[in-house]
């Protein structure tokens, strides 16, 4: 059996603050509880073989005008990969309410092992705060974590 991910992964924007939490979380998905509780509660690190599972990572903080996609969602052998746009505004904001973004993705269940979660994320700035699509390339990063899954 191999990494396989079941449906269309997804991205959240949450008003909660997860700072100081795991930037990755894997639960078992019929046990899974909301999506902040899931980073602030603290529980098992290692997610249980052969059931459906839950993996959750923090992205960044995001403004109001910021757009956040999921480009590309990728699974195959022992590694999950993603690719997200982070399209930033660079001007001034008259009002603001910062959100913490987290992918979700449902996965079939796995057979017991390590496995590599990696989160590349490409970065484009614009400064026309109608005009998102305007946005030029500033930066890309890429996150690795690992997690294990027991017997």
Do not use: C
């Not at 690190?45 to 480009?71: E, F, K, M």
């Not at 992918?103 to 017991?112: G, I, T």
Request: charged share 20%; no cysteine.
């Amino acid at each position: 059996m191999t990494a396989q991910l079941v449906g269309t992964p997804g991205i959240h924007r949450l008003l909660d603050s997860l700072k100081g939490a795991p930037g990755l979380v894997v639960l078992e998905a019929s046990r899974a509880p909301g999506l902040a509780e899931s980073f602030l509660s603290p529980g098992p690190t290692d997610a249980p073989a052969g059931r459906p599972l839950v993996l959750r990572v923090q992205l960044t903080t995001v403004n109001t005008p910021d757009t956040l996609s999921l480009v590309a969602a990728r699974a195959a052998g022992t590694r999950f990969e993603f690719e997200v746009e982070h399209r930033v505004f660079e001007g001034v904001l008259g009002a603001n309410v910062q959100e913490q973004a987290v992918l979700e993705a449902r996965l079939a269940p796995l057979p017991p092992g390590r496995y590599e979660v990696i989160v590349r994320r490409r970065e484009l700035g614009f400064s026309r705060l109608e005009h998102p699509e305007e946005a030029q390339p500033r930066t890309t990063t890429a996150q690795t974590w690992a997690f294990t899954v027991k017997p």
